[in-house]
C-alpha cells in the first residue's frame, strides 16, 4: 500500500513539474519576442492580392516594416514607409495564447484597448532568438490563403 501510495505521490509531483515547466516555457515565448523586428519577406499565392491588417495596402508594403514588442505590458507598435509605399504608424497590444497564437489589435490613438473588440491571430512559428514567422490563413472567396511574415530581429 506504502509503494502505491508514494508512487501516486511521485506521478502527481512529476505531472506538476512537467506543466509547471510547460507553463514557463510559453510565458518565454512571449518575452523572446521583446525588442524591435523587420518583416524581411511576405509570402504567399503571387495570383492574389493580399492587403494585411485592413491597412490598405499591397503586402509587399510590409516588407521592411519596423516592429517594436514590448512583451512585459504588451504593448508595442508597427512603422511601414517603403519607397513605394505610404507612412503608416501604428500602436498595437499583443499577446501570445499557449497555442502559440500571436493576437494582436491596432490602437487608434486617444482609444482604450479595452474598447477594441476586433483584432487579428496569426499562428507563431520557427522561433529562434533572432527570428520567426508569423502565419495567417486568409479567406479568399472558398479558397484559404496562407500568408507567411517572416520577422528578423534588428537590435541584439
Known amino acids: 500500500m506504502k509503494k502505491i501510495l508514494l508512487t501516486g505521490i ?21 518575452h523572446d519576442l521583446k525588442g524591435q523586428w523587420q518583416i524581411t519577406s511576405v509570402d504567399h499565392d ?7 491588417f485592413n491597412e490598405g495596402v499591397d503586402s509587399q508594403c510590409f ?12 504593448k508595442g ?16 497590444v499583443f499577446n501570445v495564447t499557449k497555442d502559440n497564437q500571436f493576437s494582436f489589435k491596432v ?25 520567426f514567422d508569423l502565419v ?3 479567406a479568399e472567396g ?3 490563403l496562407t500568408v507567411v511574415y517572416h520577422f528578423e530581429k534588428t537590435n541584439y
Open 46 to 52: 503571387q495570383k492574389y492580392k493580399v492587403k494585411p
Open 10 to 30: 511521485l506521478a502527481s509531483a512529476f505531472a506538476v513539474s512537467c506543466s509547471t515547466a510547460n507553463q514557463a516555457q510559453l510565458m518565454a515565448t512571449k
Open 142 to 144: 472558398t479558397t484559404p
Open 136 to 138: 495567417q490563413s486568409v
Open 107 to 131: 490602437i487608434p490613438d486617444g482609444v482604450k484597448s479595452k474598447d477594441i473588440t476586433m483584432g487579428y491571430f496569426l499562428q507563431l512559428q520557427n522561433q529562434t532568438p533572432t527570428s
Open 77 to 92: 507598435s508597427y512603422h511601414l514607409g517603403s519607397e513605394d509605399c505610404p507612412a503608416i504608424d501604428r500602436n498595437i
Open 63 to 74: 516588407v521592411g516594416s519596423a516592429w517594436n514588442l514590448v512583451p512585459n505590458n504588451g
